[in-house]
């Protein structure tokens, strides 16, 4: 793929790295390429950060038709800027869009875009501890036509963002409301794709939750309200009396998240027992009643790990790990931020070095 550049005339300043917050700064260029049903992907580019023109019928406007994605670049102590498992990102994002009926994108493609763009937007690496660049990708349906079927045409759009703590708690456990009104997913849906409509839908549950002082919904499955599917924008893990649980991905309605796989795959390189299966809110409350409840956490790109130290089940308040971060959770978190950031040697093989950031 043969990328053309044009450069900003008009660079942005740096912002305050101390105070970076999460995806309000875009840095200075983007990445798009076109698509058409008649030719395939084609005229890709880097060009300055700005608004898109896009005709006000435009299916994506319409009919949501789109997928995304979010990764990290990281700055190590080294100099050298890394990403995280990217080729998994181009994975999954095909896979949305197989679900949608997007055109799949090559996963050489999807990669080397991210890479030119941060190449010629290194300057916006932030080098300051827990800061990252921020790294979306997306695809939308661009043809301006009324009418639901597939469109003509797309765009494959890549931004980037320096970014800080995803929530403002850091790495301090989160209290999680248990919904049991709304639904993120059914069997059958959208649930385990990467799109927006599963995000609008989540608003009004997560809206809720703050009203009554928590961070996030924590959400059951849309059948019987029954099993455990999410946490919010991530995933869900249990330490109970020693095994680390987390709802299976067989149903389609859990989205595979790259950070829970790269959890998993850290606990059973240390022998930690795990066991992906359905988990009823039932189980839980019973292993917080017997004490056998000895951690949780939220696993995601944005966060990377969460520690939950409060759950409300039915209006009763859970209590997990004293309401302090678990020594595992604890041990995740800087075992999977040392590799992201290079601190740690990989022996999965999972980071992709860029070069040097100077």
């Not at 896979?95 to 763009?117: G, T």
């Not at 790269?262 to 066991?275: A, E, M, N, R």
Request: aromatic share 10%.
């Amino acid at each position: 793929m043969q990328i053309t550049t044009t450069l900003t005339t008009n660079p942005k300043p740096e912002p305050d790295w101390n105070n970076l917050g999460f995806g309000a700064i875009m840095t200075d260029h983007m990445f798009i390429m076109d698509y058409h049903e008649k030719q395939g992907w084609y005229n890709p580019r880097i060009v300055p950060y700005g608004p898109l023109a896009l005709d006000p019928a435009a299916v994506v406007l319409h009919y949501g038709a789109e997928v995304f994605e979010g990764l990290k670049a990281y700055y190590s102590d080294d100099g050298e800027v890394l990403l995280f498992r990217p080729e998994a990102n181009a994975r999954r994002i095909n896979k949305s869009s197989v679900r949608l009926c997007i055109p799949e994108l090559p996963v050489e493609d999807f990669v080397q875009a991210i890479k030119e763009l941060i190449e010629v937007d290194k300057r916006w690496v932030p080098k300051l501890p827990d800061t990252s660049l921020y790294i979306r990708p997306l695809i939308i349906a661009t043809e301006g036509v009324l009418g639901v079927r597939r469109s003509a045409s797309y765009q494959f759009i890549v931004m980037l963002s320096p970014v800080g703590a995803y929530y403002p708690e850091g790495l301090n456990p989160v209290k999680i409301y248990v919904e049991e009104e709304y639904v993120r997913s059914v069997r059958g849906g959208t649930g385990f794709c990467k799109c927006g409509g599963n995000y609008a839908a989540s608003l009004a549950a997560q809206y809720k939750a703050k009203d009554l002082g928590y961070s996030q919904v924590m959400w059951l499955d849309g059948a019987e309200r029954k099993y455990i599917d999410e946490v919010g924008t991530m995933n869900v893990m249990f330490k109970i009396n020693g095994q680390v649980l987390t709802p299976e991905l067989s149903s389609g309605t859990i989205l595979p998240g790259i950070t829970r796989d790269s959890v998993l795959k850290i606990l059973q390189s240390w022998g930690i027992p795990t066991d992906e299966r359905k988990i009823t809110l039932a189980e839980l409350q019973q292993a917080a009643q017997d004490g056998t409840l000895e951690e949780a956490f939220g696993t995601g790109t944005a966060a990377v790990i969460s520690p939950i130290g409060e759950l409300n089940i039915h209006g009763e308040k859970v209590t997990i790990s004293n309401g302090q971060i678990g020594p595992l959770t604890q041990k995740i978190y800087d075992t999977l931020t040392g590799i992201q950031w290079g601190r740690l040697k990989d022996e999965f093989g999972w980071t992709v070095i860029l070069g040097n950031r100077e």
